[in-house]
């Protein structure tokens, strides 16, 4: 099922260039996306972007904005499960 394997050398040097953020979402401007509340830590996605694009996915969505009113967002999102494998090579180099 799967092509053009090939190792990824220096996982750890992806790591290092991540860089963990401690947030809370704006959920005064956005209450229709229903997003948690309280601390968070994450990555700031155009941030992780930059140093692993591969794992960074644009979505579009229908938010109700009124009665029968709705509006298309985009979104991009972090696939956080693809950095699984990474981690587990990071760990294996050490």
């Known amino acids: 099922m799967k092509k053009n394997v090939e190792p990824v050398p220096n996982a750890l040097a992806y790591l290092q260039k991540l860089e963990l953020k401690k947030f809370e979402y704006n959920k005064d401007k956005y209450s229709k996306l229903k997003l948690p509340a309280g601390k968070q830590y994450g990555f700031i996605t155009e941030d992780f972007q930059k140093v692993l694009p591969e794992l960074v996915r644009t979505k579009s969505q229908s938010i ?5 009113t709705y509006r298309s967002a985009t979104f991009k999102n972090t696939d956080l499960k ?3 494998p990474i981690l587990v090579a990071a760990i294996k180099e050490q």
Not at 64 to 68: M, S
């Open 64 to 68: 109700i904005i009124g009665k029968n």
């Open 82 to 84: 693809g950095l699984i």
